[in-house]
């Protein structure tokens, strides 16, 4: 509080002898370079708490103690990383539904993913399909789940609902 104080008596009393250096009388060139030299002096005088700051430091003061960059970038990094499963998954189950809509069934489908270790993206593991299929239709969506999202018969899973 002290040294708030004193930093706006400094203020002040600058303020005051600035405005008591343009109230002598003198001529206009040099009144102007007073006016300019004072302003100059009225600036430095209210940034000077500012001119001996550590900045590096504002980070440590202001910003919670678990905060940092590498932190945040793992954070941006890890929900980059369930948004595009989240994705992904949703994108695979609704090709499913469409197919099985092309065969005439309604079914619901879970699908398991994991990340692919050469492309580090997640691509469909295994699937497990709910619905109700005649023979034809299950042979049918079991080799589109094979050729198309490379998810093999003995991946699939099948409960009649």
Known sequence: MN?????????????????LAGA???????????????????????????????????????LPD??????SEADAEEAYQEIMQELIETQTVNLLKEQAAELGVSADFR????????SGQFVP?????????TAEQR????AYMTEA????????RWRIA
């Open 66 to 71: 678990e905060w940092s960059a590498a932190q």
């Open 139 to 142: 042979q049918a969506l079991s």
């Open 3 to 19: 040294s708030l104080r004193t930093y706006l008596l400094r203020i002040v009393f600058c303020a005051f002898f600035v405005s």
């Open 24 to 62: 002598i009388p003198m001529q206009k060139a040099v009144k102007r370079a007073v006016t300019l030299c004072g302003g100059c002096i009225m600036i430095l005088v209210v940034l000077r708490p500012l001119i001996g700051a550590d900045f590096a430091l504002l980070p440590d003061r202001w």
């Open 149 to 156: 999202l490379n998810i093999p018969g003995e991946r699939q």
């Open 111 to 118: 699908v398991e993913l994991i990340q692919d270790e050469a």
């Open 125 to 133: 593991w295994a699937v497990e399909t709910i619905g109700v299929f």
